[in-house]
């Protein structure tokens, strides 16, 4: 949840720390922090609220010092005040700690180093660690490695930590236990990072830090991983895989409009090399395909915008695959009575590849021999890892705190995985038209980008309104509910998605006149259905917007504004439908003069439970 950056080099840390935690702040924006090494010792500066207080901080209050490290907090442990904010500094100050995860047992930590007259200064689980590190190294262990290796030992919970003391000067310790942390390598040092994108585009190497590890970071350019010989970690050394272009703004406004714009291209890059004429190649399913085709049950834990993706792909799944599926919030899949076993298959659903309560649901389908199964974007990620197979979505880094082209990508691979499927297990009937539409996707996206216009003008109409309902059927029901969250996180709307035959047993309630209530009311086969509910909606003084089909001459005499897509199968409808939606939250949050790349109290990541 929270961004760590270091850096151990030749050039002045604080500045390159800041450029960092710029690219890291979508991970946490309620305080920020950096400490150098110096002559005299450790110096630190920290600010609530974005990075911008603390840049002004550092302004005002240089820090000097080739070696340091940083932090974006998204508070968990504390409220976001400067005391709870990274980094944090052990008794004698000589010791300084960033961390992103939870340490579990710090109470009882907390407890026992102030029963030796340790100091607390914060409320949060990570500074035992600073306390720790400076127990350690007053026993005499030769070096701040072995210090943070024995302190490592007494910590329950999940890690990436970055650590420096005045005692050990030239270097960073990092570790890693469930939670990512890249080590970049470049011309004028070495820099770590929760993220790749923290780089800046300086690392011309990189090496990803796994479960465990423990490494040092040395400003002469030397490095080390415990335990693992220096041969053994040239060969796990890579290119990056992130470029400038991919995390900047690229001229856009903000990265969510980018991130928007970018999705034609980002569902390219999903379909490529797997949608042939007539057939689907997924490299990541090749090898377990049989045993995911023929399980009893396919279950699939996600959070938030993922967990929409989820839902499509369940219909898409059950419709094309006929195997039944479940789909869970993985925040509620880790409990002993999950009825998950060896003949099931479990399929995590996560952008980051680093969420939380993702990880642990998949632990736990592990725990039990299920077979397990990742569609995330970011290559190598912890989930990745976890299960060994799965599709990456390739849609490129995605910055902005609400997922956008990531759900498209997501919806995209299940529709690959579904046809895949389908195939494997003789089910051809259904499955040309759609590669078809496949191919067609990203045209159809360009098409339903051009609505923009139109959305701002409905947004002008409609900006005074609190409260806005979203309603679909079948493969429109995803869509509402994500339309819905989009709304909620962007443009801070009470915005409630729901299937539309629950209407009228209770939302009905909130429709008063003028409540905006978008239908996704796409050609399907429960068209009729949907213009009962949206003629029930109007009914009550709602102001109807509806996603319509071009040519549909139903729709237009029951909505009062139709926005018109192109006539898709119903099974790609959250795709192409996502897009005007996007659009709406995005506009609307602009319109009311909102952060929309970082809004209120969300981060991007979510690393804690
Ligand atoms: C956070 C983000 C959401 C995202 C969710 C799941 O809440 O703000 O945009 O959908 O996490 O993230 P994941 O990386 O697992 O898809």
Not at 162 to 184: D, Q, Y
Not at 342 to 351: E, L
Not at 599 to 604: S, V, Y
Request: net charge negative; glycine share 10%; with cysteine.
């Amino acid at each position: 949840m929270c961004g760590i950056i270091g850096y151990a080099g030749s050039r002045n840390a604080a500045p390159l720390l800041l450029q960092g935690l710029r690219r890291l702040e979508y991970r946490g924006y309620d305080s920020a922090g950096v400490a150098t090494l110096t002559c005299e010792g450790i110096a630190h500066r920290r600010a609530v609220g974005k990075l911008v207080n603390l840049e002004a901080l550092l302004e005002k209050e240089p820090l000097l010092g080739t070696v340091g490290i940083g932090h974006n907090r998204w508070a968990t442990h504390g409220k976001p005040t400067v005391e709870n904010a990274h980094p944090h500094t052990s008794c004698n100050g000589r010791v300084a700690v960033v961390h992103n995860g939870t340490i579990e047992n710090y109470i009882e930590l907390r407890k026992e180093l102030e029963a030796e007259g340790c100091t607390f200064s914060s409320e949060t689980d990570t500074e035992v660690v600073a306390h720790l590190v400076e127990r350690a190294l007053r026993t005499g262990v030769p070096s701040l490695e072995d210090a943070v290796a024995a302190s490592l030992t007494h910590l329950r919970g999940a890690y990436a930590l970055a650590i420096i003391s005045a005692e050990h000067p030239g270097e960073i310790v990092a570790a890693r236990l469930s939670s990512a942390l890249f080590i970049g390598f470049g011309a004028e040092g070495v820099m770590l990072s929760s993220d790749e994108v923290g780089f800046n585009g300086s690392a011309s190497e990189v090496l990803a830090l796994e479960d465990g590890e423990v490494a040092t970071l040395c400003a002469d350019g030397s490095r080390r991983l415990r335990g693992v010989s220096a041969e053994d970690m040239q060969a796990r050394i890579t290119p990056p895989s992130v470029s400038l272009d991919d995390i900047d703004k690229g001229g856009y406004p903000h990265l969510m409009l980018k991130e928007i714009d970018e999705q034609p291209d980002a569902i390219r890059n999903v379909l490529r090399g797997r949608l042939g004429t007539n057939s689907i190649k997924l490299g990541g399913v090749e090898a377990i395909k049989g045993r995911l085709a023929d399980s009893r049950r396919i279950y699939m834990v996600a959070c938030g915008t993922s967990y929409h993706a989820a839902l499509f792909g369940k219909r898409l799944i059950e419709g094309l695959v006929r195997i039944p599926v479940e789909v869970a919030l993985a925040s509620e899949f880790f409990h002993e009575d999950v009825l998950v076993d060896k003949r099931d298959s479990v399929i995590g659903v996560s952008q980051s590849g680093s969420t939380f309560d993702t990880l642990r649901a998949i632990e736990l389908a592990k725990k039990r021999k299920a077979l397990t199964f990742g569609i995330t974007n970011r290559v190598g990620s912890e989930l990745a890892q976890l299960t060994g197979a799965g599709i990456y979505l390739h849609v490129g880094p995605e910055c902005a705190v609400a997922s956008t082209k990531a759900f498209t990508g997501q919806a995209t691979a299940f529709a690959l995985l579904a046809l895949r499927l389908a195939y494997e297990r003789g089910y051809m009937q259904d499955i040309q038209p759609l590669i078809r539409g496949l191919a067609m996707l990203p045209k159809w996206v360009e098409q339903a980008l051009r609505t923009r216009a139109q959305i701002q003008s409905i947004v002008a109409s409609i900006s005074k309104a609190q409260r806005a309902i979203f309603i679909g059927r079948g493969y429109g029901v995803p869509l509402a509910l994500e339309g819905a969250l989009k709304l909620k996180e962007v443009a801070y709307i009470d915005a409630h998605g729901y299937a539309a035959g629950e209407l009228k047993h209770g939302p009905l309630a909130l429709v008063e006149e003028g409540t905006p209530v978008v239908a996704v009311a796409l050609r399907s086969k429960v068209h009729t259905a949907m213009l009962a509910n949206m003629e029930e909606a109007k009914a009550r003084g709602a102001h109807v917007i509806a996603l319509a089909t071009q040519g549909d001459y139903e729709v237009p005499c029951v909505a009062d504004e139709c926005i018109e897509l192109p006539d898709i199968p119903e099974e790609l409808m959250a795709i192409v439908g996502a897009i005007p939606l996007q659009l709406l939250a995005y506009e609307w949050g602009v319109a009311k003069g909102l952060d929309v790349d970082q809004p209120r109290n969300l981060a991007k990541s979510v690393t804690v439970g």
